[in-house]
């Protein structure tokens, strides 16, 4: 039978290739956002600074402070892709959302099984790069390569998850062929998937890619059915007859594309609890915008439960651009 032997779970922002004395060229695109989306409310640039002024948020944009967080979190990558290497599974779970890249309006699954035999991992054209957002393009290198790279796909697994989990009472979307949408930059991965390809898996094993819609209402699944979902995905595992070694990734959060470290740190103190009280408590308000890719963490700590692996937190930085805590929080941690 199969055996979980390593899960994992990273942020994958931009921030965490961009040189911090950079950083400040996204603020032009803050200012710019009128949803800026921090504790349950949205707001524009100069009102969510008002908001935020009794932080006291100016020392933590010091070049000093940016530096030394950003080498932080190349110090947890490099242990991360070190624990990959060595543990080398046969095949990857890696669970991740789409951000409209290759999926819209049109349809918008809670959960999405990807059961083809490959996958592309397809960089911008010189075309797209010139639409992108400023800041954008320089992050590239953590999420898609400079040419585009096919890897190997998991169909067995993958056609033994989907009858698993329905057998379990999840009605799942199900894809053989990625997606491709005319007025998006991708025909390959979403960057959630390529981020742990760029990054950590410098030798991919077969994937089976599991899509959660984090971001986009009406239909995000909650945190205590993404724990299900976790759950379910182990116990297949462990029906698959197969003599093979299994990880489960999750990729994403935390709290961005506005900063909230106290939150962070509470997810953190739930997420490493055995019981999932406070966990499921976290109310739903707060998983909106880039704080709701955290719900792609949550079915890998049910996994590992389920699998009896403990967990070890690497490192968690706040990275901060701006006086508006605009930026990302990262946080890092495996399973072994």
Same mark, same amino acid.
């Given at each position: 039978?199969?055996? $979980? ?5 990273? *942020?994958?922002?931009?921030? =965490? ?76 779970? !890696? ?42 393009? =320089? ?32 009605? =799942? ?15 390959? @991965? ?9 990054? $950590? ?52 959060? !935390? ?23 406070? @966990?499921?408590? @976290? ?25 009896? @692996? *403990?967990?070890? =937190? ?8 701006? !006086?508006?805590?605009?930026? *990302?929080? !990262? ?6």
């Amino acid at each position: 039978m199969a055996k $979980i032997v390593l899960g994992m779970v990273s *942020s994958h922002g931009p921030l =965490l290739v961009t040189p911090p004395e950079l950083w400040t060229g996204r603020i032009e695109a803050d200012r710019r956002n009128p949803a800026l989306f921090y504790r349950g409310k949205t707001y524009g640039f100069d009102a969510l600074i008002e908001a935020r002024a009794s932080e006291n948020l100016e020392p933590q944009l010091a070049l000093d402070v940016r530096e030394r967080r950003f080498d932080a979190c190349q110090k947890a990558i490099a242990e991360m892709r070190r624990a990959y290497g060595e543990v080398r599974p046969d095949v990857t779970i !890696m669970i991740g959302n789409d951000q409209m890249e290759i999926m819209g309006d049109e349809n918008q699954p809670a959960f999405m099984v990807y059961y083809g035999a490959d996958m592309d991992n397809v960089p911008f054209t010189e075309e797209q790069k010139q639409r992108l957002g400023p800041g954008v393009a =320089l992050a590239e290198p953590n999420h898609h390569p400079e040419v585009t790279r096919t890897y190997p796909g998991c169909p067995e697994l993958a056609l033994h998850l989907i009858d698993e989990l329905m057998g379990q009472g999840f009605d =799942l979307a199900t894809s053989k062929v990625l997606p491709e949408r005319s007025q998006s930059r991708l025909t390959g @991965l979403p960057h959630a998937f390529g981020y742990y390809y760029q990054r $950590i898996m410098e030798e991919a094993a077969p994937t089976v890619p599991v899509f959660i819609n984090t971001f986009y209402p009406p239909n995000q699944p909650r945190i205590a059915r993404c724990h299900a979902l976790g759950t379910a995905i182990a116990q297949a595992v462990e029906n698959w007859n197969k003599d093979l070694r299994v990880a489960i990734l999750g990729s994403g959060g !935390m709290t961005h594309f506005v900063v909230d470290e106290p939150f962070d740190q509470r997810f953190l103190a739930a997420f490493q609890q055995e019981d999932s009280t406070d @966990l499921f408590a @976290l109310p739903e308000s707060q998983f909106h915008s880039g704080n709701s890719e955290l719900k792609n963490w949550v079915p890998v700590r049910a996994a590992m439960q389920h699998a009896g @692996l *403990s967990f070890t =937190l690497l490192d968690y930085q706040p990275l901060m651009r701006s !006086m508006a805590g605009t930026g *990302s929080g !990262m946080g890092f941690g495996y399973w072994l």
